[in-house]
């Protein structure tokens, strides 16, 4: 599945912002989907995952209230809604396909076979 993630930018924290990956292929609507994030210096990091219908969604707890992650299978489009930004939350973020339908809890790398470039997102203090 290919992937293209948009969306980011520079925000003021407190401020929000919504997330794209678009994945034009034939077969997204029968994937479980996540985004990742990596912050300067930092290793990537898990922060939220959606199965292939949109029922069971998880997410990091360092994003839990605050981010949404939701998905259009007719538009083949997956969604991170993001508000409440902090400081903390800079960082490259990535869409992944995962490699089947369902996703863990966990947000395992290794449960995700196709990735994005990712979006740079930036909270200004």
């Known amino acids: 599945v290919q992937l293209q993630a948009s969306g980011g930018g520079l925000v003021q924290a407190g401020g929000s912002l919504r997330l794209s990956c678009a994945a034009p292929?034939?077969?997204?609507?029968?994937?479980?989907m996540g985004w990742f994030r990596q912050a300067p210096g930092k290793e990537r990091e898990f922060v939220a995952a959606?199965?292939?219908?949109?029922?069971?969604?998880y997410y990091a707890d360092s994003v839990k209230g605050r981010f949404t992650i939701f998905r259009d299978n007719r538009k083949k489009i997956m969604y991170l809604q993001m508000n409440s930004l902090k400081p903390e939350d800079t960082a490259v973020y990535y869409c992944?396909?995962?490699?089947?339908?369902?996703?863990?809890?966990?947000?395992?790398?290794?449960?995700?076979?196709?990735w994005g470039q990712g979006t740079l997102v930036t909270v200004s203090s």
């Open positions: 959606i199965n292939w219908s949109g029922d069971n969604r």
């Open positions: 992944a396909g995962a490699r089947g339908g369902y996703v863990g809890a966990q947000g395992l790398e290794s449960d995700f076979a196709s």
């Open positions: 292929g034939r077969s997204f609507s029968s994937y479980g």
